[in-house]
């Protein structure tokens, strides 16, 4: 096979399995890029797998409204935490933590300190996360038992937050249609059924074995850089081709799962205002069943992104700039931030209404349900909405409100999360958001 000599942004690396043609394409490399990287050139579970969930709204909470008055069990709902009141019991407040990181970018600095516990990495007008999002941490651990190693999804056009690594990042889907055709349509198979055979998964499943020579010689003409691009492209390819082998296998013998309602195909603004409480709920729904069918252990739903300014029910102006401009107290986005959380409900609701076993899905899951910033209006890193809930299986306390009186480091609670999913870590994050010790106080 010849060996790449020269290529640019447009190459593909070409070989044969069994006698057909393959290609594959190229990940952007700093080599096609000018010089500002800018333009081209098991326990209480009863048996049951621990689950992670990661919900996340932009533009953060007031917190006077958010924060409970009093901590330990005996602790009443705030404002901003009313929604969550079928869920009490199984809800865990965090508050008073901070992200350390430098806010150095408004809403996104503050996120990736708080979801990686590194610094933000800019280049030139975008930015990126400097390492893997806590959600990507679990899934490359959990997620080696799945078809899936994690779900990413959102009710808004939101390119989502969840990181494998800088410039590697898992965009949400936002149809709900389209997530429902990705994981139950196609070759899904219900248990008790025979598993459906894609007669391509084995030319498709070998792809790479055609092009490792070509593969070779372009690691060996780029920089560090570029070859660990290289390293996470194909990775991302072998973790396709790992899902396609878990459709040859018999479905897993779950009581609960059960192919969900399929949605509508479109959902159409409304005066305006898009459609998002219907999206959030179909779009919980089939993350439910895909949790209940194994199909993964891990997912992130982007409700609304960092700076959204999404015109919300009830609104007189979109949500990002109602945060800076609104006087007072700020009523309006008091009242988006309900909403906000009444969503969270939602999906909370989607997992606690699938019985297994003894318990419910949510009692099997811990979900963390957050935004990129405390108060938007002055972009506070303090103070920190964190709220968890389910206890993983029976890892976590619940029913409690721990609140830390020293501005503790927020990686402390990524840290015990990572533990919490079965993560032998000894550390998480970097820089100012290291930590190597957890938040025991809210674990069992």
């Keep these: 096979m010849k060996a790449v000599s020269t290529f640019n942004r447009r190459s593909i690396l070409r070989g044969l399995v069994g006698g057909v043609a393959v290609t594959l394409g190229l990940p952007p490399l700093e080599r096609f890029m000018n010089t500002h990287g800018t333009a081209w050139a098991e326990d209480k579970s009863d048996g049951f797998p621990r689950r992670f969930g990661l919900f996340f709204w932009g533009n953060g909470v007031v917190p006077d409204r958010w924060v409970p008055k009093s901590t330990g069990t005996e602790w009443a709902l705030s404002d901003q935490l009313l929604p969550l009141a079928a869920h009490r019991d199984r809800l865990t407040i965090v508050s008073g ?24 990495l800019k280049n030139g007008s975008d930015h990126t996360f400097s390492g893997p999002s806590i959600d990507q941490v679990i899934a490359q651990v959990v997620g080696q038992e799945t078809r899936f190693a994690s779900l990413e999804f959102g009710a808004h056009n939101s390119q989502g ?33 025979e598993p459906k055979i894609d007669p391509t998964i084995a030319l498709r499943r070998s792809v790479l ?6 593969l070779t010689a372009v690691k060996t003409s780029v920089g560090a850089a570029d070859k660990l691009r290289l390293e996470q492209h194909f990775e991302g390819v072998r973790s396709l081709e790992k899902r396609l082998a878990k459709l040859e296998e018999d479905p897993p013998n779950l009581a609960a799962c059960a192919l969900p309602t399929k949605p509508l195909e479109d959902y ?21 069943m895909a949790l209940a069918c194994d199909q993964t252990r891990v997912f992130s739903s982007w409700f609304t ?21 609104e006087p007072g107290d700020q009523p309006e986005v008091h009242k988006i931030t309900v909403q906000c959380v ?36 002055t972009h506070s890193p303090e103070d920190f909405p964190v709220a968890l809930v389910g206890s993983a ?21 990524m840290l015990t999360l990572a533990r919490t999913m079965g993560l032998d870590l000894a550390h998480f994050g970097s820089d100012e958001g290291f930590t190597d010790v957890g938040l025991s106080d809210i674990e069992v």
């Design 97 to 120: 933590m901070r992200v350390g990181v430098p806010n150095t970018e408004p809403h996104f600095a503050t996120a990736c300190g708080f979801l990686s516990g590194r610094p933000i």
């Design 305 to 325: 992104a960092p700076v959204s300014n999404v015109l919300f029910a009830g609104a007189s102006s979109g949500h990002h700039e109602l945060t800076h401009n």
């Design 209 to 214: 074995d055609g092009v490792m020579d070509q």
């Design 342 to 377: 009444e969503a969270f409900a939602q999906m909370l609701d989607a997992l606690a209404n699938v019985q297994e076993g003894s318990g419910t899905l949510l009692d099997h899951c811990v979900v963390l349900g957050t935004s990129d910033v405390s108060l938007a209006k």
């Design 268 to 288: 159409p603004d409304i005066e305006g205002r898009p459609q998002l409480f219907e999206k959030n709920k179909a779009l919980s729904e089939i993350a439910a």
């Design 161 to 193: 937050l969840s990181f494998n690594a800088p410039n590697s990042k898992n965009p949400p889907e936002t149809n709900p249609f389209l997530f429902f055709e990705r994981v139950f349509g196609g070759s899904f198979a219900l248990p008790g059924s």
């Design 393 to 413: 299986g029976g890892k976590l306390k619940t029913g409690l409100h721990y609140r830390s009186s020293s501005n503790e480091n927020s990686s402390k609670v």
